[in-house]
């Protein structure tokens, strides 16, 4: 059943095709082009997505399994490379440029209103950033802007198949990211607000709720196997990075991941909630900003709101291109147009080297020491690094994977064949699976989603331990060793000096210790 405010519809242009696809195929071959070329390597939480899709469990997994599967797919069609890996986020990154250009037609934006979205998203530092990294985010930014395109069809009065493509994202979301709770919430409160009336006669809101709970069942049968380790992921986030961030800052942090497209997402809210000619969108502002709010609320990292921009700078545009219309007469118009469109590209021309890494550790900790604000340098913990966090985490590895070659490799052949690699945190451990030689046995660790996959049937006894100390581990080994130490300056602080160890005599069995190690990092 439709949600309309106004009985008369707005004329929708087209998409223009050329223009829009130009800006999507540049943004998207970008990305490629960088991956292909870059100094850095694999991130750090890229190696966990991949040893994920080694152990996919499609309703045994304590994460939403979609980033799983999608490692999956893109090393069996294009390879292990990080372009390879990256590609995925590159087209979801060109898919959020599409829509941004979609929301400005569908408020009944031309040409210009469609380019500056397109654009706006293309440039920004956040978009940017999450397009380039084989991490969830890009793929929820995506899921929810595909739920608020499918939300504006069902407010402009289209068939309640739209309602169906609405559950369709939101299932999809749950897949890949809990906080599409926050979009979920934000489009139940939009839709009572519009009618609530027309919602509790019709069926097409419940099918759509049912459909994304079918979909994104895995999810949630996963958190019940495993006795929802979310609780204790949120715990954990909470304690160790989410009480640095202040409200205050969750602010502020907008503006520096978004610069003047956050101006035009403002322009699109108030348009959407105020203008006549774009009342019918109102629905998406109200989701939107109860997403926001509720984000605001809970203190979250700046970044969860980066997916209602996509949508907002849509109408936002095509907001801008109004506003410039009224000013027609007095000949301004093309000057505020240009003005808007220039200062969009001049701070993501300036923000460039913070969201594609291609300049080098060395002339990029220059670049950031000029141009970054301190927070775009802090990390989750509240450590101001050279570097942005990302960047850091994309370093080192390589070298921590080849020493633990050398270590492995110098044991004598009876103990090579039985030795156990145990990294003491995801990514040492990760680093190990996806960048070792073939012969080099899978890492375990106690870590995370590594903690699920358990032991395995190793004694440990020699077990080459990456990371920790000596303190902690004498309690697990009559005979602790340290054999190497690597060293990583330009990494985050905890892989800066990385201690490996021998372990020989274990006090207990690894699968009896096993048990007591939940909850590692």
Same mark, same amino acid.
């Given at each position: 059943?439709?949600?309309?405010?106004?009985?008369?519809?707005?004329?929708? =242009?087209?998409?223009?095709?050329?223009?829009?696809?130009?800006?999507?195929?540049?943004?998207?071959?970008?990305?490629?082009?960088?991956?292909?070329?870059?100094?850095? @390597?694999?991130?750090? &939480?890229?190696?966990?997505?991949?040893?994920?899709?080694?152990?996919?469990?499609?309703?045994?997994?304590?994460?939403?399994?979609?980033?799983?599967?999608?490692?999956?797919?893109?090393?069996?069609?294009?390879?292990?490379?990080?372009?390879?890996?990256?590609?995925?986020?590159?087209?979801?990154?060109?898919?959020?440029?599409?829509?941004?250009?979609?929301?400005?037609?569908?408020?009944?934006?031309?040409?210009?209103?469609?380019?500056?979205?397109?654009?706006?998203?293309?440039?920004?530092?956040?978009?940017?950033?999450?397009?380039?990294?084989?991490?969830?985010?890009?793929?929820?930014?995506?899921?929810?802007?595909?739920?608020?395109?499918?939300?504006?069809?069902?407010?402009?009065?289209?068939?309640?198949?739209?309602?169906?493509?609405?559950?369709?994202?939101?299932?999809?979301?749950?897949?890949?990211?809990?906080?599409?709770?926050?979009? %979920?919430?934000?489009?139940?409160?939009?839709?009572?607000?519009?009618?609530?009336?027309?919602?509790?006669?019709?069926?097409?809101?419940?099918?759509?709720?049912?459909?994304?709970?079918?979909?994104?069942?895995?999810?949630?049968? @996963?958190?019940?196997?495993?006795?929802? +380790?979310?609780?204790?992921?949120?715990?954990?986030?909470?304690?160790?990075?989410?009480?640095?961030?202040?409200?205050?800052?969750?602010?502020?942090?907008?503006?520096?991941?978004?610069?003047?497209?956050?101006?035009?997402?403002?322009?699109?809210?108030?348009?959407?909630?105020?203008?006549?000619?774009?009342?019918?969108?109102? =629905?998406? %502002?109200?989701?939107?900003?109860?997403?926001?709010?509720?984000?605001?609320?809970?203190?979250?990292?700046?970044?969860?709101?980066?997916?209602?921009?996509?949508?907002?700078?849509?109408?936002?545009?095509?907001?801008?291109?109004?506003?410039?219309? &009224?000013?027609?007469?007095?000949?301004?118009?093309?000057?505020?147009?240009?003005?808007?469109?220039?200062?969009?590209?001049?701070?993501?021309?300036?923000?460039?080297?913070?969201?594609? +890494?291609?300049?080098?550790?060395?002339?990029?900790?220059?670049?950031?020491?000029?141009?970054? =604000?301190?927070?775009?340098?802090?990390?989750?913990?509240?450590?101001?690094?050279?570097?942005?966090?990302?960047?850091?985490?994309?370093?080192?590895? =390589?070298?921590?994977?080849?020493?633990?070659?050398?270590?492995?490799?110098?044991?004598?052949? &009876?103990?090579?064949?039985?030795?156990?690699?145990?990294?003491?945190?995801?990514?040492?451990?990760?680093?190990?699976?996806?960048?070792?030689?073939?012969?080099?046995?899978?890492?375990?660790?106690?870590?995370?989603?590594?903690?699920?996959?358990?032991?395995? +049937?190793?004694?440990?006894?020699?077990?080459?331990?990456?990371?920790?100390?000596?303190?902690?581990?004498?309690?697990?080994?009559?005979?602790?060793?340290?054999?190497?130490?690597?060293?990583? +300056?330009?990494?985050?602080?905890?892989?800066?000096?990385?201690?490996?160890?021998?372990?020989?005599?274990?006090?207990?069995?690894?699968?009896?210790?096993?048990?007591?190690?939940?909850?590692?990092?």
């Amino acid at each position: 059943m439709p949600l309309d405010f106004l009985d008369e519809r707005v004329r929708r =242009p087209p998409i223009a095709r050329g223009l829009v696809t130009t800006i999507v195929l540049v943004t998207v071959a970008a990305h490629l082009i960088v991956n292909a070329t870059s100094p850095y @390597g694999f991130h750090r &939480d890229e190696f966990l997505y991949v040893a994920m899709g080694e152990h996919l469990d499609l309703f045994r997994m304590d994460f939403p399994p979609a980033i799983a599967l999608l490692a999956n797919a893109a090393r069996a069609v294009l390879g292990d490379s990080v372009m390879a890996l990256r590609a995925l986020p590159a087209l979801a990154h060109g898919l959020l440029v599409l829509l941004a250009a979609w929301f400005a037609a569908e408020s009944a934006g031309g040409r210009f209103a469609q380019g500056l979205a397109a654009v706006s998203v293309a440039v920004s530092p956040l978009f940017l950033r999450t397009g380039t990294l084989f991490q969830p985010v890009v793929f929820d930014q995506l899921a929810w802007t595909l739920a608020l395109a499918a939300l504006a069809r069902t407010a402009n009065g289209r068939s309640g198949r739209w309602w169906l493509a609405l559950g369709a994202a939101l299932g999809i979301g749950l897949l890949v990211k809990f906080s599409i709770a926050f979009c %979920a919430v934000g489009v139940a409160i939009a839709v009572l607000v519009a009618r609530r009336d027309a919602v509790m006669r019709s069926p097409w809101p419940w099918l759509a709720a049912v459909l994304a709970v079918i979909i994104g069942s895995p999810s949630l049968v @996963g958190q019940v196997a495993l006795d929802w +380790p979310v609780l204790g992921q949120l715990r954990d986030l909470r304690s160790v990075q989410l009480d640095h961030v202040s409200r205050g800052a969750f602010l502020t942090d907008q503006l520096r991941m978004m610069g003047p497209a956050l101006l035009i997402a403002i322009a699109g809210l108030w348009s959407a909630l105020r203008d006549s000619r774009t009342r019918t969108l109102r =629905p998406v %502002a109200i989701a939107t900003l109860v997403a926001f709010l509720l984000l605001l609320v809970a203190r979250g990292k700046a970044y969860y709101a980066g997916p209602i921009y996509p949508a907002l700078i849509g109408i936002g545009a095509t907001t801008v291109d109004r506003w410039a219309g &009224d000013f027609a007469r007095t000949g301004t118009a093309f000057a505020m147009r240009a003005t808007a469109l220039v200062l969009v590209l001049l701070f993501g021309a300036v923000a460039l080297p913070l969201g594609l +890494p291609f300049l080098a550790p060395d002339a990029m900790a220059r670049y950031a020491a000029r141009v970054a =604000p301190t927070a775009a340098r802090t990390t989750n913990t509240g450590t101001v690094l050279e570097l942005p966090q990302d960047y850091a985490d994309m370093l080192g590895w =390589p070298e921590l994977v080849a020493t633990v070659d050398s270590v492995w490799r110098s044991l004598p052949a &009876d103990e090579r064949a039985r030795a156990t690699i145990v990294g003491d945190n995801y990514g040492r451990a990760g680093a190990i699976d996806l960048l070792g030689a073939p012969d080099l046995p899978a890492a375990i660790s106690a870590a995370g989603s590594y903690w699920f996959w358990g032991p395995g +049937p190793q004694r440990g006894d020699p077990t080459i331990v990456v990371g920790g100390d000596m303190t902690e581990l004498s309690q697990f080994f009559a005979d602790v060793r340290r054999v190497a130490i690597v060293r990583n +300056p330009r990494g985050v602080p905890e892989e800066r000096i990385v201690p490996i160890f021998i372990g020989r005599a274990p006090r207990r069995a690894l699968a009896e210790v096993w048990p007591e190690l939940s909850g590692q990092n």
